[in-house]
T-cell receptor, first 115, second 110 residues
Framework: GAGVSQSPSNKVTEKGKDVELRCDPI?????LYWYRQSLGQGLEFLIY????????KSGLPSDRFSAERTGGSVSTLTIQRTQQEDSAVYLC?????????????FGEGSRLTVL | GENVEQHPSTLSVQEGDSAVIKCTYS??????FPWYKQELGKRPQLIID?????GEKKDQRIAVTLNKTAKHFSLHITETQPEDSAVYFC?????????FGKGTMLLVSP
């Protein structure tokens, strides 16, 4: 596609429910990242994929968070038993190669609200 | 891991003034320093970056300077315009990804 696509753009859920957020990166980009942005806060790293493997998942805040990537393309971030503190905008980014020395292309984000 | 500190958190200037945002980092092995701009409700986008083999890079009204000895780098915006109003993030790489600063909200008043 022309850019990084994320869905849903907005998700409102009840505390305790599970949610899935999807990221479709730019075609050909091997590196994929998930970041979280809370109101007025910076970009908090969650997990990094190179192809289908995740060499760095050090930012996942708890075992309620998991992510996978299939076919070297689409990635899904799953949050189980959501809590109110999970409310944030979840941003996905992709890059052509290893992103720590090149441009990250961000999606528009998925805004999650946990009631 | 990398620790990136960004200052100030907010910056208000008059149109035409210059703005400077500074970041410090902790990992001396870091060699790539990008700046991202995020307009309200939009996605972050790269506006300029610098690698450790140069001390300064310019692109029209924006420039980035790097001091590797002191481990800090700065974004300079000259002749600010209202459309420069946004949140600006600096970043530096630890081993595998980018660590971002907490952002600076720049407000440019006409």
């Amino acid at each position: 596609g022309a850019g990084v696509s994320q869905s849903p753009s907005n998700k409102v859920t009840e505390k305790g429910k599970d949610v899935e957020l999807r990221c479709d990166p730019i075609s050909g980009h091997t590196a994929l990242y998930w970041y979280r942005q809370s109101l007025g806060q910076g970009l908090e790293f969650l997990i990094y994929f190179q192809g289908n493997s995740a060499p760095d998942k050090s930012g996942l805040p708890s075992d309620r968070f998991s992510a996978e990537r299939t076919g070297g393309s689409v990635s899904t971030l799953t949050i189980q038993r959501t809590q109110q503190e999970d409310s944030a905008v979840y941003l996905c980014a992709s890059s052509l190669a290893h992103g720590n020395t090149g441009e990250l292309f961000f999606g528009e984000g998925s805004r999650l609200t946990v009631l | 891991g990398e620790n990136v500190e960004q200052h100030p958190s907010t910056l208000s200037v008059q149109e035409g003034d210059s703005a400077v945002i500074k970041c410090t980092y902790s990992d001396s092995a870091s060699n790539y320093f990008p700046w991202y701009k995020q307009e309200l409700g939009k996605r972050p986008q790269l506006i300029i970056d610098i690698r450790s083999n140069v001390g300064e890079k310019k692109d029209q009204r924006i420039a980035v300077t790097l001091n590797k000895t002191a481990k800090h780098f700065s974004l300079h915006i000259t002749e600010t315009q209202p459309e420069d109003s946004a949140v600006y993030f600096c970043a530096a790489p630890p081993r595998s990804t980018l660590t971002f600063g907490k952002g600076t909200m720049l407000l440019v008043s006409p």
